[in-house]
């Protein structure tokens, strides 16, 4: 209760939860009864939602609340207020063993570390600032797609193939950013550009990969020569672990 005036120095409160989208609530209520405030005063409860999902299920769900607000000794004309969450909530159980929720239109952020991840990490960096100027990515769930995408980029749908470079990064592979797994992957390697990132006195340098294909700048997708590692099982742990749905971005520490 922020303020009161006159003859009102309380309200009585109570509070009550609803949605839609096949959720449900073992109690609607995060308090019994009602609450009386006078000013200064605060009410809080909890109401927790669930919502069952077979595997592959997709739920869209909107949070509903409902006050009722009377003063005492007061005939109330309008003591209902009514308001859905403005956030929409979608669940599902298309990723990983558990089911999870999320705000899709919050975007959530997976910072890979320079020092955990190296030149993957430099090169997702470089490519999502340097050739998108930060445009967040859409994940695609389907392993289907994403197994071409790569075959596109780095493998043998490629119509410039990708030139193994080990006597300058130990075993080298190709990385390709956007990931395979979003909807942006997928180009074919012949319009990407191809870079070494190379570990140079503490700081990551960005070089042009072959002579015969400099870097423009234009590009819309990069090919990294990057020592093999775990940058792609970390996003993929990242994924099952929060459930999450697109659209998501990526940002980079």
Request: aromatic content about 8%.
């Amino acid at each position: 209760m922020v303020d009161v005036t006159g003859r009102v120095t309380s309200l009585n409160i109570s509070y009550d939860a609803g949605g839609d989208g096949g959720c449900s609530m073992s109690d609607t209520r995060p308090w019994d009864g009602t609450k009386t405030l006078g000013r200064g005063g605060a009410a809080a409860g909890t109401v927790t939602y669930s919502t069952p999902l077979a595997a592959g299920g997709l739920a869209n769900v909107t949070s509903k609340h409902h006050m009722y607000v009377v003063a005492s000794g007061a005939i109330p004309t309008q003591p209902n207020v009514n308001w859905d969450n403005p956030w929409r909530i979608r669940c599902d159980s298309q990723v990983g063993a558990n089911p999870g929720c999320v705000v899709p239109d919050i975007r959530a952020n997976f910072e890979f570390s320079l020092a955990e991840f190296g030149g993957a990490a430099a090169t997702y960096g470089w490519a999502q600032n340097a050739l998108r100027g930060g445009a967040p990515l859409s994940r695609d769930s389907s392993e289907t797609t994403a197994s071409t995408r790569r075959e596109y980029t780095c493998g043998s749908k490629s119509s410039d193939p990708f030139v193994y470079m080990d006597d300058v990064v130990p075993n080298d592979s190709c990385d390709e950013f956007p990931f395979a797994t979003s909807y942006e992957g997928g180009t074919n390697g012949a319009s990407c550009a191809d870079i070494v990132p190379l570990l140079e006195n503490g700081q990551w340098m960005i070089y042009e990969a072959r002579t015969d294909k400099p870097v423009t700048g234009t590009e819309p997708r990069v090919r990294g020569h990057v020592s093999n590692g775990n940058a792609g099982l970390a996003l993929g742990r990242y994924v099952q672990r929060d459930g999450f749905s697109t659209p998501r971005s990526t940002t980079f520490t």
